[in-house]
């Protein structure tokens, strides 16, 4: 009973966060963004009309209610269907994951429309000139070295630890993870390397701004990179001690860690204050 | 410290690079021994072609002005400061105006001239 309290909590609260809490700060953002810098004065940040961006927010808003309904849906559907499982017995562990992929759907959509409209930007701009830092990126001017070591050793951790617990047989649970693990790290050094050497989305974001979002999504990386190794040796360990149960509490912790790392570091980090709009004005040549 | 260029200016991509690098040198803004971006980053930053930049740093390079120390990077060379402001396309034209002055004094003709210059350069290409 105390685990299915516990899980109620939890899975409210992954709901709450992440299709309530997160996106109205993001819609609070856009509108923040449309009231202090209208397409009068900042005509460079609307390759199309400010309308659009009012209806791409408006969709994000709706989806994410409906998935908001949809998982107090869920959680009612559980509590129902729970009654009939024992305590200690494993059951439904796979709905946290599953309803927070369908959570982060209006985050990546949104990222979508936010990649077509720096494409729009791309081709609107009219500018002859460009401009470039001569200060190298390099990996560990954004990142300390101490959180790529951790990470590095987590990920190496965590196969001795599977090792370990399976008496250093290697069982397809385990290669399935490590591919796993190999293809989300690849992608995340694909990713690093276009933060640092590769062409800027945005063509009239500041330099100052680029290097802070680089800073942020590496960051947020070798974060992600930690809590992923940890998520896996907490799945690995409960299968073993038979702690069934508890892996609908680890999915659901999982998700908001992430949610937190993700999508709140990037609120923190990348307040509308901190950031130079003075390059979408329409006299303003690229910097 | 930023570095510009236009790529309607009727001065090659290359030579803007260099002379801006030079300029940021003469002027302090980058100091002997301070890394440079690699050519990667700055092609994708100012999105040019990796070869132009490539080309700009081949001539820095040469010019003594940046040095490159193979898997560390590039770096500022640590006499930049007098190199860069060496003009070696000035003491070409010296040179080359010193020479057709004199065989213009001798009686040669532009055409003569030309002809011969024409084959020095190739002879000295092969």
Known sequence: MSINILFYVLFLSQIILISYYYPKQIIKRIEGVLKKFPPESYPKLYPESADKVIAAKIRYQLLNQIILVIGLLLMGLYALMSKDYDNGQKFAEGLPLMF?????????????????????????????????????????????????????????????????????????????????????????????VWHLTGKRLDPHQAI???????????????????????????????????????????????????????????????????????????????? | MEITIDIEDPMPLFTQLVEQIKSAVINSKIKPGDSLPSIRQLANDLELNSKTVAKAY?????????????????????????????????????????????CKTAGVTDSEIRIAFSSAMNSNNN
């Open chain 2, 58 to 102: 081949k001539l820095l390079e040469r010019d003594l002005v940046i040095q490159s120390k193979g898997y560390r990077g590039t770096f500022v060379h640590p006499h930049a400061i007098v190199n860069s402001k060496v003009d070696l396309n000035a003491e070409v034209l010296a040179q080359l105006n010193n020479a057709i002055s004199a």
């Open chain 1, 100 to 192: 927070g992929m369908v959570q982060f759907i209006p985050f990546m959509l949104l990222e979508v429309s936010g990649c077509r409209q720096f494409k729009l930007m791309r081709k609107a701009n009219k500018s002859t000139s460009r401009s470039a830092d001569l200060t190298p990126r390099h990996l560990f001017n954004y990142v300390s070295p101490l959180l790529v070591i951790s990470a590095v050793l987590l990920l190496f951790t965590f196969i001795f630890f599977d090792l370990y617990i399976h008496d250093f047989t290697i069982t397809n649970d385990l290669i399935i993870k490590i591919i796993t693990l190999s293809l989300v790290h690849a992608l995340f050094i694909g990713l690093a």
């Open chain 1, 208 to 287: 100052k701004d680029r290097s802070s979002q680089t800073q942020f999504s590496l960051q947020s990386m070798g974060s992600v990179s930690i809590f992923l190794s940890l998520f896996l040796m907490a799945n690995s360990a409960v299968d073993v001690f038979e702690l069934g149960y508890m892996e609908i509490i680890i999915n659901s912790i999982y998700f908001q860690v992430i949610a937190f790392v993700g999508i709140g570091g990037m609120l923190r980090t990348d307040q509308i204050d901190t950031i130079n709009f003075d390059v979408y004005k329409a006299d303003n040549s690229i910097i």
